[in-house]
């Protein structure tokens, strides 16, 4: 098996994943990606706009849509900040944080079925690949984003 081939399977495991995601939340118009800011959200509890999206590596206006959808879906709601009233918090409503709930256990559930009949010790050699790779990859973009300066 050649590295075009892993990284083809890769691709496939990522995009079925991705799938099985959406279709789960199909129900509640909610997109794959908006999941990862409302798990932000429950872990770290009341953020503003620019601390989200630079937490989930996106952009502030990419943040404001998924605000917005996520405020009309009853989600999410915005409050001022006590100390600075300028300052605008985003927190999860109750139910959505019974959303980050369902997102956790669904997660779990499907990492129970991605990595079903692996060994111990398969899933530690996997997970010292995966290091390796990200190395990899880290090393290449910050060495491309010092040329590109």
């Given at each position: ?35 990862h800011f409302l798990m932000l959200l ?23 849509m998924s605000v917005r959808r996520l ?79």
């Amino acid at each position: 098996m050649d590295c075009v081939e892993l990284e083809r399977h890769d691709m496939l495991i990522h995009k079925l994943q991705f799938k099985c995601t959406f279709r789960h939340f199909a129900d509640v118009d909610l997109h794959p990606g908006q999941l990862h800011f409302l798990m932000l959200l429950h872990e770290q509890g009341r953020l503003n706009q620019t601390d989200c999206a630079r937490k989930l590596g996106v952009s502030s206006a990419s943040i404001g849509m998924s605000v917005r959808r996520l405020e009309k879906a009853g989600l999410i709601k915005k409050s001022a900040d006590k100390n600075d009233l300028r300052v605008t918090k985003i927190e999860l409503t109750a139910r959505g944080k019974q959303m980050a709930d369902d997102a956790k256990m669904a997660g779990e559930d499907l990492l129970r079925i991605k990595y079903a009949g692996f060994s111990e010790t398969e899933i530690e050699q996997l997970s010292v690949y995966q290091k390796k790779i990200l190395k990899n990859m880290k090393t290449y973009y910050e060495n491309r984003e010092g040329e590109q300066q």
